[in-house]
């Protein structure tokens, strides 16, 4: 289902925890990363297609998640040629998405990679939100940044009470005679900080011991460091 100027209707999620890290996914047999996405079929609301494509990529349902905010128009990128279909080229340009910026209400072991028989991803974490645009496909880049700007001003404030405790507890050490960094001014970020140290435990666990000891939710798994897979391969599937 194409509109007259070539582009497909889709709708692309950004999925936060409560810590307002977004749920950046590997695409299966790849070194691309990306957010969910999906087309929007004939009969379906954006909202309708939305809640398909949660479930068929990340297991979610709508009960897991609510609907922070979505994007006010279509965000549109267009698809090479040499990633278009022989007998699609000529009249499919690309695709013109609905963004929705969602947050998690359920737990990390809602999720669940293998929800279908065609999964997108392969592995998944939580990301900052800001992703890391090298790794995503470079035609999509543009509208990554674009949904991302859009969307930043309606991300959720961290709870107030927290950082009113963390204050608290800053203030009581300093009392006890225990000294603390002062938070620095951000002109003053690039200046070396020195502490003396009187006890230090260190622990280090090998990323091998780690992916041991780590409880991954169904059709997750390990990757130490995606940040260093910087090639960005042809997509497959949803273009």
């Known amino acids: 289902m194409l509109d007259r100027d070539g582009f497909r209707p889709n709708v692309g999620i950004i999925l936060l925890n409560q810590r307002n890290q977004v749920f950046w996914g590997k695409r299966i047999r790849t070194h691309s990363w990306q957010f969910p996405q999906g087309g929007i079929d004939r009969g379906e609301t954006p909202e309708q297609a939305m809640f398909r494509e949660l479930h068929e990529e990340v297991g979610l349902r709508p009960e897991h998640v609510r609907i922070v905010a979505r994007t006010r128009d279509w965000l549109r990128y267009e698809v090479p040629e040499r990633f ?124 091998l011991r780690m992916m041991q000891e780590m409880e991954l939710p169904p059709g997750a798994s390990f990757d130490p460091d995606p940040a260093n897979a910087t090639r960005s391969n042809p997509p497959s599937g949803k273009a």
């Open 84 to 207: 278009i279909r022989r007998d699609a080229r000529g009249y499919y340009r690309g695709q013109k998405q609905i963004w929705f910026l969602l947050q998690l209400t359920g737990n990390d072991w809602d999720l669940n990679l293998r929800a279908t028989n065609h999964p997108e991803f392969d592995a998944w974490r939580w990301n900052d939100y800001w992703v890391p645009l090298d790794v995503v496909v470079e035609f999509k880049r543009g509208v990554y940044e674009m949904a991302l700007t859009e969307l930043s001003r309606y991300v959720p404030r961290q709870d107030a009470r927290n950082r009113y405790l963390r204050s608290n507890a800053r203030q009581r050490d300093h009392e006890h005679g225990e000294q603390y960094p002062a938070a620095l001014p951000a002109q003053a970020v690039t200046e070396t900080l020195q502490v003396t140290v009187t006890t230090t435990t260190v622990s280090y666990h090998s990323p």
